[in-house]
């Protein structure tokens, strides 16, 4: 079993195959976006794309992309970088798939930064 | 580290733009990187990008993504240091350093300064409020965009080639646009005045407002910029004020590092400055007194540098007859020389044709052609230009040289219209990157190039303004034969095949799945992208009703989800009203649903039926409840499909009533809605020629009259309103609604995905559309009889289904964590 940083956010079923869903930290954090590609790789981003924080998670995901809904820029889910000519990243977050249960790592959400 | 390990010279440049970038391109073609280890500064954010096409970002015909010249890969993979954002602010000859202004210190061994030039920005009062901005760079473009969405008043401060082509841009993204001019016409430098003339008489007809004579004392406003205030009392209010009235040489860094400057960074033949180990080039040098804004002799300076860096001691720029042309759709201005003539020992003949908008000047001096001014039909600009560098004797061809070459050159014997096989290979065919008919040829046998985009990637030609893209097509024609490949629009850079070609796959094929096209066109990525799965989800739908499932996640948002993203994350709702028609009880619902879920703002719309704004998307499924209990369904006010039937109250109220137009407008409703289309759809039907519903700008329209029903297509509304063209006229109902049916169904099956119905229109020709449906009885009712088919998977209401719990992952949240 995963450690104590590891947080349970429920089976992977709970995400559409090339869908995202929201998910929300009471008090401190940003909202985070977890991804589930086609190939079942499951992401997460701070749910806010880096040029007017549009939300990542109602974009369309096209293998390891997603396209912010707002101007279209095209952010890659593994490494939040937004794709040339468009620069910027948005935070990417730990995250792990055990039993086909999702976990995130949490003090990512809680301090904002990467551990 | 790297200074010590690494052997190779330091060279740094100065000046990320299309001039520095393209000597370093032609020195990695000569030398393929050895000689220098290569560290670049930029001063704006992005990487390498084509600032002559900044004018098609801003009209919308290009994106910024398709000006890129070298992504960030390039200059990975070429091993070059990129600092970008960040500018030089000293060069230190004694120490042989630079300094960024971020504090960054290199040591250098030779430098190129390629830091182009400054908007030139006269004190008038007021420069400095929001509002004004130059137009130079992405982030002056980004400003203009920003205000276009907002505000509706530009004014832009000078009409040369850089001020026309930002009004025209501004125009196209929705603006009212006001254009101030110094002298009393346009482009003075290049055209004379009865092109100018030409010029602004087309350009207001356009809808913008000219102002010549025009001297800028002062722009108002305290706040923020409020409007242009002229010398001789005119005042023009302004949201927005651009200054596009010229360039200066940005010379402040070589002046300061003590290297000789006059209006430019003053260089020799062989590009160097003052200092032998600094060199230049770009719109920041001064070159025999001259200095340049155009981008011919630009590349060839960058030519001529890039081989003085890697050690040819030959290479000298000399400069050559230049010409301009301007990047406004549909508007085509040459020019190159001599405006006119100089004294009585030169020849001017004039062409003008008035009613076609053409008008040709040359101008022969010794019998040789100097100068060239034309509008309207630019088709031989190049082949004067040619002329000119030649300094052909023209003398045979005197009488004809100003009907153009083909007429020209029939007089003479030779055959009309190019002819690739004839044409000596010196001939200059790319007057933007220098590239001649025999390097193309060369290229195109060498390489084996079948298609003009690979002919643009390998030899430059026709990749900066594109004027020339069709000779270079005629050349690629020529050399490759059969295996050329014509140019095309391609549905996304995920494929090779355009929308019609997929469309007609996807029927003859019986292709019936996204994966099944995207393995029948070899797509290069396997899931494509967000342009690409949208239209390939619609003309699968579209193609196979009632087998083909629709795929949520090849959605927009809006389509997905059924409502309208707002930009603060939340939703708007909007049910239908079937033309137009409420009632007390559908009123008290929607007031109810208001309240009880704390709606912000409710709204009516221009297509006659009320906006619920600021809806949580986790209230969604609980606003369509309450809303269904009353009996009200979507409107598809987010929807690529029908939107609103517009109508006036006719017969059963208005006096001047001919017909039921608000009976006829709920039937047109009842049987269209639900439908998905290539891009939205709006209907209006009017009682009488009175037109009050405005049915003469909608993608259909009906306008009753005493004999029955004129039906009319494709007119539209938006930024570039079009009005409709007649259809037919019809005596019944019935048939209105059949012309209805079979209209959407050829629209379905034949535009292409996101273009609605006004420019699918003007693409095949109303003419096109009268034989399908007007003189085709059988065909139209055939159309009819697909489309009402369709519309039986069709009309299942989105939200009733949501209610239901269909899709219910959309609309809620995943569990909340606690923070710890």
């Known amino acids: 079993m995963p450690g104590n940083n590891w947080k349970n956010i429920g089976p992977l079923a709970n995400i559409p195959v090339r869908g995202s869903r929201r998910l929300c930290l009471k008090q401190k954090g940003r909202p985070v976006a977890v991804f589930r590609t086609g190939e079942d790789e499951i992401f997460a981003l701070i749910d806010e794309c880096p040029h007017k924080k549009g939300p990542l998670s109602e974009g369309i995901i096209s293998g390891n992309t997603v396209t912010c809904p707002l101007h279209n820029w095209v952010i890659g889910l593994e490494d939040g970088k937004a794709l040339a000519p468009d620069e910027g990243t948005t935070q990417s977050i730990a995250v792990r798939v055990i039993d086909g249960d999702i976990y995130v790592h949490l003090p990512e959400l809680v301090t904002g930064a990467r551990v | ?820």
């Open chain 2, 1 to 820: 580290m790297n200074m010590i390990s690494d052997p190779r010279e330091h060279l740094v440049v100065i000046g990320n733009g299309m001039a520095g970038m393209r000597t370093i391109e032609e020195m990695l073609k000569l030398d393929g990187g050895r000689r220098y280890r290569i560290t670049v500064f930029g001063a704006e954010p992005h990487v390498n990008y084509n600032r002559i096409m900044l004018s098609s970002v801003l009209a919308g015909d290009k994106t910024v993504e398709e000006i890129v010249i070298n992504p960030r890969e390039w200059y990975d993979e070429n091993g070059i240091t990129l600092v970008t954002g960040d500018a030089v602010k000293q060069i230190d000859r004694e120490s042989r350093t630079v300094t960024s202004t971020a504090g960054l210190v290199v040591h250098y061994d030779k430098i190129l300064i390629a830091t182009g030039s400054k908007p030139l920005a006269p004190p008038i009062p007021g420069l400095g409020l929001p509002g004004v901005c130059a137009f130079r760079d992405i982030a002056d473009v980004d400003k203009m965009l920003a205000a276009a969405r907002t505000h509706k008043r530009a004014v832009v401060i000078g009409g040369g080639l850089l001020g026309l082509e930002a009004a025209w841009g501004l125009k196209q993204r929705g603006m009212s646009v006001a254009l101030v001019h110094l002298m009393p016409t346009l482009m003075e430098r290049q055209l004379d005045a009865a092109a100018g003339q030409l010029l602004q008489r087309d350009l207001d007809r356009r809808g913008i407002a000219f102002f010549t004579d025009g001297q800028t004392e002062e722009i108002t406003g305290t706040e923020h910029a409020e409007g242009v205030q002229l010398a001789d009392g005119r005042f023009i209010p302004a949201d927005l004020v651009v200054l596009a009235i010229g360039i200066r040489p940005n010379i402040d860094l070589a002046k300061a590092g003590d290297l000789e400057v006059n209006r430019g960074i003053v260089v020799t033949d062989d590009m160097r400055t003052t200092d032998p180990d600094i060199f230049s080039v770009g719109e920041c040098v001064e070159h025999r007194g001259n200095v340049f804004g155009l981008v011919a002799p630009i590349w060839e300076q960058a030519k001529v540098c890039a081989a003085r860096l890697t050690g040819d001691e030959t290479a000298l720029f000399a400069s050559q007859a230049l010409s301009t042309s301007l990047k406004i759709t549909g508007v085509d201005v040459f020019s190159a020389g001599a405006l006119m003539a100089a004294d009585e020992g030169d020849d001017e003949i004039t062409l003008r044709d008035d009613n076609r908008g053409l008008y040709k000047k040359i101008v022969l001096r010794d019998g040789k052609l100097v100068g060239a001014v034309m509008y309207g039909d630019v088709a031989d600009g190049q082949w004067y230009l040619g002329l000119m560098r030649d300094k052909t004797d023209v003398q045979e061809l005197r009488d004809r040289l100003v009907f153009g070459r083909a007429f020209a050159e029939a007089g003479s014997g030779k055959a009309a219209g190019p002819d690739f096989a004839a044409m000596p290979d010196s001939t200059q065919i790319c007057g933007c990157n220098g590239v001649s008919k025999g390097a193309i040829v060369c290229a195109i046998r060498d390489k084996k190039l079948t298609s003009l985009s690979e002919v643009r990637a390998h030899t430059k030609a026709s990749a900066s303004c594109g004027q020339c893209t069709s000779q270079v097509e005629g050349i690629l024609a020529f050399a490759a034969g059969a295996d050329a490949k014509p140019a095309k629009k391609t549905i996304c850079e995920c494929a090779d095949a355009d929308h019609d070609e997929i469309r007609a796959a996807i029927l003859s094929q019986e292709l019936k799945t996204m994966t099944a096209v995207r393995e029948a066109f070899a797509w290069k990525k396997p899931e494509g992208c967000h342009k690409c799965r949208p239209a390939l989800n619609y003309y699968l739908l579209c193609a196979w009703p009632g087998e083909y499932v629709d795929d949520s996640r090849s959605r927009f948002v809006n389509e997905r989800v059924h409502a309208n993203i707002q930009k603060d994350g939340t939703y708007s709702v909007i049910p239908r009203m079937w033309g137009g028609l409420t009632t007390p009880a559908e009123l008290h619902a929607i007031a109810s649903v208001a309240e009880k879920f704390n709606i912000p703002t409710v709204k009516v719309t221009g297509g006659q039926r009320i906006d619920l704004l600021g809806v949580k998307k986790e209230d969604l499924p609980g606003v369509w409840d309450d809303l269904g209990k009353a009996g009200m369904v979507s409107g598809h006010a987010y929807a690529k499909g029908l939107r609103t039937v517009k109508t006036c109250v006719g017969s059963e109220w208005c006096r001047f009533g001919t017909q039921d137009s608000t009976g006829l407008g709920v039937k047109l409703e009842k049987m269209c809605w639900g439908s998905w289309t290539p891009h939205k759809v709006k209907f209006a039907v009017s009682g009488c020629p009175r037109n009050c519903a405005e049915a003469t700008i909608k993608d259909m329209g009906v306008v009753c009259v005493e004999a029955g029903y004129d039906i009319l297509v494709g007119g539209n509304g938006g930024i570039e309103v079009r009005v409709t063209d007649p259809l037919v006229r019809v005596a019944t109902e019935d048939e209105v609604l059949e012309y209805a049916g079979a209209f959407m169904q050829l629209y379905r099956e034949e535009a292409h995905y996101l273009e609605r119905t006004a420019p699918w229109i003007a693409r095949v020709g109303v003419d096109y559309v009268k034989k399908r449906l007007v003189e085709d009885n059988d065909g139209r009712a055939i159309l009819n009889a697909r489309f009402l088919y369709s519309q039986t998977f069709a009309q299942i209401d989105p939200w009733t289904e949501r209610v239901m719990g269909t899709d219910a992952h959309e609309f809620e949240r995943l569990p909340e964590l606690v923070g710890e």
